[in-house]
């Protein structure tokens, strides 16, 4: 168990770094998806956010999953683990059966067990899940649920730094151009 717990403050602190860094957004969830299925020992491990209509699951970053799984076809925010956007860690333990899942053959055939989904918050809504894959039956730990809670919460900070950047960077150079027309003299 202390090992266990190790390897998340490790793990925890590594995705803070990385959100901390100056790496690409597509980087830093990359990375927090690859952080989340090595220290949980899982398959694989997805982040989904919300479309823009919040009906749509869109796979954003995934690790351990192959092309085809990620591409099996939207998943519907209403269909597929549902209480996850209402706030809630739902854990699937026999995927292929679970009718809250909906590609339960997909999932058989990719050789997913277990899966676990966990909201993503930024302030006080829900933008999408981290969903964590286990090639066996497993029950998650309360443990393993805080961490994923934890990372998932890092990824939707990360998300909303990298909308403010681009906002801020087009102000930007909307203000120098505006300022190289009224002052062509002076070097913004």
Same mark, same amino acid.
């Given at each position: 168990?202390?090992? +266990?717990?190790?390897?998340?403050?490790?793990?925890?602190?590594?995705?803070? !770094?990385?959100?901390?860094?100056?790496? !690409?957004?597509?980087?830093?969830?990359?990375?927090?998806?690859?952080?989340?299925?090595?220290?949980?020992? !899982?398959?694989?491990?997805?982040?989904?956010?919300?479309?823009?209509?919040?009906?749509?699951?869109?796979?954003?970053?995934?690790?351990?999953?192959?092309?085809?799984?990620?591409? +099996?076809?939207?998943?519907?925010?209403?269909?597929?683990?549902?209480?996850?956007?209402?706030?809630?860690?739902?854990?699937?333990?026999?995927?292929?059966?679970?009718?809250?899942?909906?590609?339960?053959?997909?999932?058989?055939?990719?050789?997913?067990?277990?899966?676990?989904?966990?909201?993503?918050?930024?302030?006080?809504?829900?933008?999408?899940?981290?969903?964590?894959?286990?090639?066996?039956?497993?029950?998650?730990?309360?443990?393993?649920?805080?961490?994923?809670?934890?990372?998932?919460?890092?990824?939707?900070?990360?998300?909303?730094?990298?909308?403010?950047?681009?906002?801020?960077?087009?102000?930007?150079?909307?203000?120098?151009?505006?300022?190289?027309?009224?002052?062509?003299?002076?070097?913004?």
């Amino acid at each position: 168990m202390q090992k +266990k717990t190790e390897v998340y403050y490790q793990s925890l602190y590594e995705a803070a !770094a990385a959100l901390n860094s100056a790496r !690409a957004p597509a980087q830093i969830l990359q990375s927090i998806v690859e952080k989340v299925a090595r220290a949980v020992g !899982a398959k694989g491990c997805s982040l989904m956010l919300l479309s823009a209509d919040e009906k749509v699951l869109e796979h954003t970053a995934a690790f351990g999953l192959s092309d085809w799984y990620i591409r +099996k076809g939207p998943v519907s925010a209403d269909k597929s683990l549902h209480d996850a956007l209402e706030g809630k860690v739902v854990a699937a333990l026999h995927a292929s059966e679970d009718e809250r899942i909906q590609y339960r053959e997909q999932a058989k055939k990719e050789g997913i067990a277990t899966i676990l989904s966990v909201p993503m918050r930024l302030h006080d809504r829900i933008v999408g899940v981290v969903r964590v894959y286990t090639a066996e039956p497993r029950h998650f730990t309360e443990e393993d649920i805080h961490f994923v809670g934890a990372v998932a919460n890092l990824g939707a900070i990360a998300m909303e730094n990298a909308k403010l950047y681009e906002t801020l960077k087009k102000d930007y150079e909307s203000f120098r151009r505006d300022m190289l027309e009224h002052h062509p003299l002076r070097d913004w």
